[in-house]
């Protein structure tokens, strides 16, 4: 079955990076692409960008371009988000989620259970 | 961006008892609208994608409807296991965004 499993949780000092990771299974890891979203504490969810596993190609949400990368490793079905500059602003829950889509359907039909991110000194 | 305001932000409701979730978007979104579920524990899973079609194991006391800006999620009957928050989010614009959320809580 189709399963998404991030890394643990991180805890990490303002102005440090932070690099999470996704390794996907029970599908051929470059037939989707992954996305990454970010849940602040009792908020709602922010759509940060995806990766394409078999080009590499991304698209950033404009508000994080310069905080966030998305790399893949294919040998190992892997999706990787690079969190930079972290600031209190950047604790968070990240997830994340495969995209599925047809001519006119575009959604994530499997989520990671994600990862809670702590920026703290 | 694309702003999606849902209504309403938390819910009292009883088991057996039909509710529906509100999402309104700023501008026109033709339909491409879905509806997540996220449980206490984090975990979320797609229930309805394009408006108004079941996603594959989801009950079907789940429904969604809706058009140009408004659209909604109803639950026909309430079961134990529906209590969470649900989001909407939409693709009509390529920064995909979400609702704020409504919390479903035992009356």
């Known amino acids: 079955q189709v399963k998404l499993l991030q890394s643990g949780a991180a805890l990490v000092k303002p102005g440090d990076s932070v690099k999470m990771s996704c390794k996907a299974s029970g599908y051929t890891f470059t037939d989707y692409i992954i996305h990454w979203v970010k849940q602040s504490h009792g908020k709602s969810l922010e759509w940060i960008g995806y990766i394409n596993p078999y080009s590499g190609g991304t698209n950033y949400n404009e508000k994080f371009k310069s905080k966030a990368t998305l790399t893949v490793d294919k040998s190992s079905s892997t999706a990787y988000m690079e969190f930079s500059r972290l600031t209190s602003e950047d604790s968070a829950i990240y997830y994340c989620?495969?995209?599925?889509?047809?001519?006119?359907?575009?959604?994530?039909?499997?989520w990671g259970q994600g990862v809670m991110v702590t920026v703290s000194s | 961006d694309i702003q999606m305001t849902q209504t309403p932000s938390s819910m009292p409701a009883s088991l057996g008892e039909r509710v529906t979730i509100s999402c309104r978007a700023s501008?026109?979104?033709?339909?491409?609208l879905n509806w997540y579920q996220q449980k206490p524990d984090g975990t979320i899973k797609p229930l309805i994608y394009y408006t108004s079609n079941l996603q594959s194991g989801v009950p079907s006391r789940f429904s969604g409807s809706g058009s140009g800006t408004d659209y909604s999620l109803t639950i026909s009957s309430l079961e134990p296991e529906d209590f969470a928050m649900y989001y909407c989010?939409?693709?009509?614009?390529?920064?995909?965004?979400f609702g704020s959320g409504t919390k479903l809580e035992i009356k």
């Open positions: 501008q026109g979104i033709s339909n491409y």
């Open positions: 989010q939409q693709y009509d614009s390529s920064r995909l965004t």
């Open positions: 989620a495969r995209e599925v889509t047809t001519v006119v359907t575009y959604y994530f039909d499997y």
